[in-house]
């Protein structure tokens, strides 16, 4: 008796133990991580914040309801490469050359993305979307171990199918809508690894342009509006409804608990000063708002890069916390590299582990001070005050009582001024190149300053940005702005939508073309069309560089433009290094209507040509 009860407390103890060891491992067990991160989206665009009603986010709500909405998230640039650069190093992208779209991406791939320290400590790692870093094929040099670099309608690289099944890296074709076409290969590797810890980077091209909402998200915003604005509406939506696939894909798996997610834009929304209604769906306005910031994409000011900003992980951060302190994207990388139990290096990470400050076990406020340099413009933040340059322009403001940037302070208090200049200089010294900036006021940012920051009136609107219009003195504004381009073989016809283009004669023998000469475009270029067809076939795009005579066969691209009355939006690139001078696009048969055509060039202006 006396052995048999020495036994079973013996057991009881070692249960007791093992029970312990259990439930510390499962408090200590490393959280999947999933960063959704959308594209040019204004801060007013998501219903929580409460600034707008026409705007319907209620999965993204959920989120903010279950975890916490940072009412003052900021990115890293008002742009998309440098803030793309910085969210996925951890470190301020100045310090390894990044500075803006356009320079050098060198300095990028020396360093260690979040990804690729996930990857090497087991996680498995997957891109959907925007990557604008680089080729699509190099991604999973990156750290990824799987891609789904689908943003538009044309071909896209991945390594991976809808289902989450594996295929070869290579050029894949649209099978979905690009938004939903990322959430349900998200969704599926969920499926796939949900026995395994995951980092998904889910990068929405939305609501960028070229605005392509199918009806079935446009018919959700009925009335009148500007059409930009219901596309907006309608993308986000769609994004919206890729946050709820995905968040219902955990809890099928009872992952929420175990699943840390952050949602966050890269920049605010551009303006163009004038928000104009323009026809079709490339460069200008994006109908997205950054109601009640002042500026826009391409500034410092808040309306620029203070951002949507969500946090949730249920059973860790509390539910429902509206945090006031500043946090930046930069925060991400550190916070998941220490949730992850990755060893670093104090230099490694520019951003704070969130979690704490999230939870209060941290009362102070997560950074001393932000602080941002984007070309002739930088920027710091400590506390209330913001000190904004551009060029030899300054101003301070107190952001507590003046969050719309409306009253420049710096004469009233110039010690502040001072003080937070000696700061922001001391932290720019150490960007490469060191200084408070990196370049001259562009004729866009002298623009955007002297309307939004000093009260004078506005630019007239470029002509790619006139408003959708029936009248005569319209339709010949646009097509002066086609005439640059010529058509062969064919006709030109303006309409409302954009460029009408069809051949002669039904039984012609050839397609047409459009071309246009006379260029000087830093190779690759990317090339991105929004079109539809009567007539399934192959669009190309033929181009000469200043070392040809003549066009050569082997100089073409061609990629499949399928019948359809709904607009598809197609991209490649003209992959060659020297300077592109002569482009022709080779048209699918039948009568082709063309919203928008951008060639982008790798460094320097786009051309486009919009309807």
């Known amino acids: 008796m006396m052995q048999s009860t020495t036994t079973f407390r013996v057991c009881l103890v070692i249960g007791l133990s093992l029970a312990t060891v259990s439930n510390a491992a499962a408090k200590v067990e490393r959280p999947n991580i999933i960063v959704f991160y959308t594209d040019d989206h204004g801060y007013a665009d998501m219903s929580c914040q409460g600034v707008i009603d026409d705007i319907s986010t209620p999965n993204v709500d959920a989120l903010a309801r279950t975890g916490v909405l940072a009412r003052h998230g900021y990115s890293t640039a008002p742009q998309c490469v440098p803030s793309r650069a910085g ?57 990824f171990k799987h891609v789904f670099n689908q943003n538009s309608g044309g071909p896209f690289v991945a390594n991976i199918n809808l289902d989450g099944s594996d295929r070869e890296l290579s050029t894949q074709r649209q099978q979905m809508y690009h938004i939903d076409a990322c959430s349900q290969a998200a969704a599926s590797l969920i499926e796939r690894y949900r026995d395994h810890p995951f980092f998904l980077y889910v990068a929405y091209r939305a609501p960028h342009v070229p605005l392509d909402a199918p009806q079935q998200y446009l018919d959700r915003f009925p009335g009148e509006m500007p059409e930009r604005r219901r596309q907006a509406l309608a993308m986000l939506s769609a994004v919206d409804d890729g946050v709820g696939l995905i968040t219902r894909t955990l809890a099928q798996h009872r992952l929420r608990e175990n699943t840390l997610i952050f949602y966050i834009g890269d920049n605010g929304a551009p303006l163009k000063i004038h928000k104009l209604d323009a026809p079709g769906g490339g460069p200008g306005w994006d109908g997205s708002l950054n109601d009640p910031l002042n500026g826009e994409k391409g500034m410092l000011s808040e309306g620029g890069m203070h951002v949507p900003f969500v946090a949730c992980w249920p059973g860790t951060i509390p539910a ?99 003080r937070l200049r000696e700061k922001l200089s001391h932290w720019a010294s150490k960007l490469d190149p060191p200084g408070l900036a990196n370049g001259d006021m562009s004729k866009a940012a002298t623009d955007y300053f002297d309307f939004y920051l000093d009260g004078k009136p506005a630019s007239p609107a470029p002509k790619k940005f006139l408003p959708n219009s ?142």
């Open 87 to 143: 969210l996925l190093v951890g470190k301020f992208q100045s310090k390894f050359g990044v500075e803006s779209n356009g320079h050098s991406l060198a300095g990028f791939d020396r360093e260690l993305t979040i990804a690729e320290r996930l990857q090497k400590a087991g996680y498995i790692t997957a891109q959907f979307g925007k990557w604008h870093l680089g080729p699509g094929s190099q991604i999973v040099e990156h750290g």
């Open 320 to 418: 429902g916390l509206v945090f006031e302190h500043p946090v930046s994207a930069l925060d991400v990388a550190a916070t998941s590299a220490e949730l992850a139990m990755l060893e670093s290096k104090p230099e490694d990470f520019d951003g704070v582990n969130l979690i704490p400050y999230f939870t209060g076990a941290r009362k102070e406020a997560p950074h001393e001070f932000l602080a941002w340099r984007w070309s002739a413009q930088s920027a710091i933040r400590e506390g209330d005050w913001k000190l904004l340059r551009g060029g030899d322009r300054e101003y301070l403001y107190n952001l507590k009582s003046d969050l719309e940037e409306q009253h420049n302070l710096a004469d009233e208090h110039p010690e502040i001024a001072d």
């Open 470 to 611: 029936d009248s005569a003195e319209s339709k010949s504004e646009m097509q002066n702005l086609a005439s640059p381009w010529t058509i062969r073989g064919g006709k030109m016809t303006v309409t409302r939508e954009g460029l009408r283009l069809e051949p002669h004669r039904p039984d012609a023998p050839q397609a047409p073309f459009i071309t246009r000469n006379g260029l000087n475009l830093a190779g690759p270029v990317s090339v991105r069309m929004v079109v539809k067809t009567t007539a399934s076939g192959a669009l190309g795009v033929s181009w000469r560089t200043s070392m040809d005579e003549s066009f050569v066969e082997g100089n073409r691209v061609n990629f499949a433009a399928e019948k359809s009355d709904q607009w598809q939006t197609i991209e490649t690139r003209i992959p060659i290094e020297l300077k592109v001078i002569h482009v022709r696009i080779h048209l699918p048969p039948g009568t082709t209507s063309v919203k928008s055509v951008e060639l982008i060039p790798t460094t320097g202006p786009a051309i486009t040509l919009i309807k």
